[in-house]
């Protein structure tokens, strides 16, 4: 994978599959309200030159909607309704996600992994960019910057990226507050909250076999 960072990466891929009908139905999540001024704040989100630090109402609302939608369909066919809302939500987290909200990292990099390939290849470039940025909220919820780094991980499995990773953690958890057993689980899963934290847990399980972090997400490493 090149690993080129780019704040607009993912943005651009999702663009070109986010259709009209998958903007009206995000624009629709808030009960059908005020339909027009989200779809129109989405496709002003679609072409920008710079995405923002902090959202309006419109799209605010319904994009944290979608971006907190569990999908079940974890190999999504093209043009298929699981297909369809993974493409919605990895829109929805690519904005939130830029704005510096943690909670729904977890759900950008699940759905980039589950449509494949070519989006994952595309979200760590972003991920990598805001890395580097720290935009938004990012520069100041130190607990919850390591995970842009493990979200990278997970997609781009580079070993100076695990011990990036530990060494974050380690900076950003006072020891004393880590659990008996050596691990920061609970500090962790205080800052990117409960349903975030089952996603996370989720991914490390699915996608590294890592000692550590598996044993900092509280999983049976040999299964």
């Not at 990466?9 to 999702?14: G, H, N, S, T």
């Not at 986010?18 to 989200?38: F, P």
């Not at 205080?190 to 044993?215: F, K, M, Q, Y």
Request: aromatic letters at 8%; hydrophobic letters at 45%; glycine letters at 4%.
């Amino acid at each position: 994978m090149d690993l080129r960072p780019s704040e607009l990466a993912l943005r651009d891929w999702v663009r070109t599959r986010l259709n009209t009908s998958i903007i009206r139905e995000i624009a629709a999540l808030d009960y059908g309200m005020r339909v027009d001024g989200h779809r129109r704040a989405i496709e002003e989100l679609l072409v920008a030159r710079r995405l923002p630090d902090e959202l309006e109402w419109e799209p605010g609302e319904v994009l944290s909607l979608c971006a907190s939608t569990p999908i079940a369909d974890r190999h999504p066919v093209p043009g298929s309704a699981g297909w369809r809302a993974h493409v919605a939500r990895l829109f929805a987290c690519t904005i939130l996600t830029r704005t510096g909200e943690a909670a729904h990292l977890s759900s950008l990099v699940e759905s980039a992994l589950d449509l494949g390939p070519e989006a994952t290849a595309q979200a760590a470039r972003f991920l990598a960019w805001c890395r580097i940025h720290t935009p938004g909220c990012w520069r100041d919820e130190p607990v919850s910057r390591p995970f842009l780094t493990l979200g990278l991980l997970l997609m781009y499995d580079d070993p100076r990226l695990r011990d990036e990773f530990a060494d974050e953690v380690r900076a950003a958890v006072p020891i004393e507050l880590w659990w008996a057993d050596d691990t920061p689980s609970a500090p962790l899963k205080e800052a990117t909250g409960g349903p975030a934290w089952r996603v996370w847990r989720s991914l490390v399980d699915r996608h590294t076999e890592h000692a550590l972090l598996r044993s900092w997400f509280r999983l049976d490493v040999s299964r």
